[in-house]
């Protein structure tokens, strides 16, 4: 029986259309009506979600009703000048009115006051502290549609981290780059625009150094990837193409994408006419002049037609964009147009030089999570617990999902402490180093399809064997096969005599010339059988006569045999036990000998 993974859920007053984590305790979710629609407002909400039975509202902000809904929203993180303050930003478009007027201050920013632990909870607030335009066309329609941020990382507290907001519905696409402070003040300073051909259907940020990050993103068959330092931000560069299945006219097309490290992708691909999606993890190329390569895959179930919404949380975070990311578990979570959430296990293995992907296994299939469709998702930073903090047992990543129904459900995934035992500890070294993993068991893909492609193939073998049997008249008939066959494939094998093995030791050279020296005085051949007979030893039986060249054909003396005829005669003799290395090479002189080479040859040396 599947373990059922704990979650809450609480049903709100406004369509939600984008969530993110302020911390693993408490949740930002966000949406609305629009402009005058009925009364529906425009909120920013803040969830507490620190009982895994029950959410509650801890606090929320009503935007103007003629401003649109929120549309994307990130959390930027804990204020370093203000420890009781959390920065957010959000997109949401100015009033019909200002955009008509060509004003549109899309990306705002907003802090969350949260009280002394001596206040109430009523003393939380969130509230709006900045706003502005990161978009430089002026089109009625664009709203901000996507909105990331690179992820932190504890040991790197110096360096801003970059910000990526894209267009939606516009006319002239853009991709705006901005930098956010490392003190998460709510402020930031323009890095520099693209502007691709098509607009971008989702996008990713990531830091590789100190001062170096990349962009990805991609369109609907495309990924795009920008290199971005203090310099400069380079051209948009296609790394990877989708290709129309074989005997397809009509490609997939790309729904998602996350960056799992800077080396490695993955992407979600929904299937032409609604065939079904696949999770793809892409290799990213570390040349200018090589392309990313598809390095794992997975099928969703088949119940799911579209995607409509990724998240992916590394368990096993680095410190510093300057780390290698060494052995590591990725949890991932597709949210399906059937109000499913696929979820998955993938593993990061390094070795060496070499980084790998494996094991990308579901480990559940959390169906008709909500009863309209899902919006968005956001799984909670995981930490690895320090000291006592926290019992293995109380270990969890959250998934949060929203939707166009107002409704937000967060599951609690368990998590436990996992140590690699596939390389044994050796006394006197230190201990091999733990990771955390899902603590749920991930589900390979399914052994019947194997099973079946094997046993296939073995019934195959089996005919075809059964076939040339009563071909080759080597046994008895079961299928009646050969009046059907040609008449030359139904030839029988030609049988090579072999020589019964004699029931005393084999004579030595030295004996078998005594036996013909008894009898003949004329010079003695030693060569090996013309039928190609096959002695006991596995070699061409020997035949010692009275040498007749019209009989036995040419053959050479000892001393005239090239070195190399020498040594195989050698080695063959001694191989049948007919010479020893301490009878000496003088027992040869005035013998003649056969061929050695050609199809003997072969055959003697192979056998050798």
């Known amino acids: 029986m599947v373990k059922q993974i704990p979650s809450a859920s609480i049903q709100?007053?406004?369509?939600?259309?984008?969530?993110?984590?302020a911390?693993?305790?408490?949740?930002?979710?966000?949406?609305?009506?629009?402009?005058?629609?009925?009364?529906?407002?425009?909120?920013?909400?803040?969830?507490?979600?620190?009982?895994?039975?029950?959410?509650?509202?801890?606090?929320?902000?009503?935007?103007?009703?003629?401003?649109?809904?929120?549309?994307?929203?990130?959390?930027?993180?804990?204020?370093?000048?203000?420890?009781?303050?959390?920065?957010?930003?959000?997109?949401?478009?100015?009033?019909?009115?200002?955009?008509?007027k060509g004003k549109n201050e899309h990306l705002r920013a907003l802090t969350i006051s949260q009280p002394g632990k001596s206040a109430k909870i009523s003393g939380v607030k969130i509230s709006e502290v900045a706003r502005n335009a990161l978009f430089v066309h002026k089109d009625k329609d664009t709203y901000q549609r996507i909105l990331r941020l690179s992820p932190p990382h504890e040991g790197l507290t110096s360096s801003p981290r970059l910000g990526a907001a894209a267009t939606g519905l516009s006319k002239h696409p853009q991709i705006a780059l901005f930098?956010?402070?490392?003190?998460?003040?709510?402020?930031?300073?323009?890095?520099?625009?693209?502007?691709?051909?098509?607009?971008?259907?989702?996008?990713?940020?990531?830091q590789t150094g100190p001062d170096t990050y990349q962009l990805a993103y991609c369109d609907d068959h495309e990924v795009f990837t920008v290199e971005v330092s203090k310099a400069e931000v380079s051209e948009p560069r296609s790394v990877y193409t989708i290709e129309p299945e074989e005997g397809e006219t009509v490609k997939a097309s790309f729904k998602s994408l996350r960056y799992l490290t800077p080396g490695f992708l993955v992407t979600v691909v929904n299937n032409p006419k609604s065939r079904g999606v696949a999770l793809h993890g892409l290799r990213l190329p570390k040349n200018e002049d090589e392309d990313a390569r598809l390095a794992i895959r997975a099928k969703l179930p088949s119940t799911v037609?579209?995607?409509?919404?990724?998240?992916?949380?590394?368990?096993?975070?680095?410190?510093?964009?300057?780390?290698?990311?060494?052995?590591?578990?990725?949890?991932?979570?597709?949210?399906?147009?059937?109000?499913?959430?696929?979820?998955?296990?993938?593993?990061?293995?390094?070795?060496?030089?070499?980084?790998?992907?494996?094991?990308?296994?579901?480990?559940?299939?959390?169906?008709?999570?909500?009863?309209?469709?899902?919006?968005?998702?956001?799984?909670?930073?995981?930490?690895?617990?320090?000291g006592s903090a926290k019992s293995s047992s109380e270990l969890c990543v959250k998934l949060a999902s929203v939707s166009v129904g107002c409704s937000t459900v967060v599951h609690n995934i368990p998590i436990k402490k996992h140590v690699d035992k596939s390389t044994p500890s050796k006394t006197g070294r230190p201990p091999k180093p733990s990771r955390y993993v899902v603590a749920l068991k991930s589900k390979g893909e399914s052994p019947a399809t194997v099973i079946t492609l094997v046993s296939l193939v073995f019934l195959i073998l089996v005919?075809?064997?059964?076939?040339?049997?009563?071909?080759?008249?080597?046994?008895?008939?079961?299928?009646?096969?050969?009046?059907?066959?040609?008449?030359?494939?139904?030839?029988?094998?030609?049988?090579?005599?072999?020589?019964?093995?004699?029931?005393?030791?084999?004579?030595?050279?030295?004996?078998?010339?005594?036996d013909v020296n008894a009898h003949h005085s004329q010079p003695m051949v030693i060569k090996h059988d013309d039928l190609g007979a096959i002695g006991p030893d596995g070699l061409p039986a020997l035949h010692v006569d009275i040498h007749n060249e019209e009989v036995h054909g040419p053959a050479t003396s000892w001393e005239n045999l090239e070195k190399k005829d020498q040594d195989l005669w050698k080695q063959r003799l001694k191989k049948s036990g007919h010479w020893m290395e301490d009878m000496g090479e003088s027992i040869f002189k005035g013998v003649l000998f056969g061929e050695i080479g050609g199809a003997i040859g072969n055959i003697v040396g192979e056998a050798l």
Not at 12 to 21: A, I, K
Not at 61 to 89: C, F, R, W, Y
């Open 23 to 100: 911390d693993p305790d408490h949740l930002v979710v966000a949406g609305g009506g629009g402009p005058g629609r009925n009364g529906v407002g425009n909120k920013i909400t803040l969830l507490d979600t620190s009982d895994a039975s029950q959410l509650t509202e801890t606090t929320e902000l009503e935007l103007s009703p003629n401003e649109d809904n929120v549309m994307s929203l990130v959390v930027v993180g804990p204020q370093k000048e203000k420890h009781n303050a959390t920065t957010v930003l959000a997109g949401v478009n100015s009033s019909p009115e200002d955009v008509n």
């Open 179 to 206: 930098d956010v402070p490392s003190t998460n003040s709510p402020r930031w300073k323009t890095r520099g625009r693209l502007d691709p051909a098509v607009e971008a259907m989702d996008l990713d940020v990531i």
């Open 463 to 514: 005919l075809v064997g059964q076939v040339v049997i009563e071909a080759k008249h080597i046994g008895e008939p079961i299928l009646g096969v050969r009046k059907i066959l040609p008449a030359s494939w139904t030839t029988p094998l030609r049988k090579v005599p072999r020589i019964q093995e004699l029931a005393s030791e084999p004579k030595t050279i030295e004996n078998l010339l005594a």
């Open 305 to 386: 037609s579209k995607a409509t919404s990724l998240a992916v949380r590394n368990l096993s975070p680095v410190a510093s964009p300057s780390d290698k990311q060494g052995e590591a578990q990725f949890v991932i979570a597709v949210a399906g147009n059937d109000s499913s959430i696929s979820l998955y296990t993938l593993e990061h293995k390094s070795a060496f030089d070499s980084e790998v992907l494996s094991d990308l296994a579901p480990f559940q299939v959390l169906k008709s999570v909500h009863p309209s469709s899902i919006t968005n998702l956001a799984i909670s930073t995981f930490a690895p617990p320090k």
């Open 12 to 21: 709100l007053t406004y369509p939600l259309y984008c969530c993110d984590f």
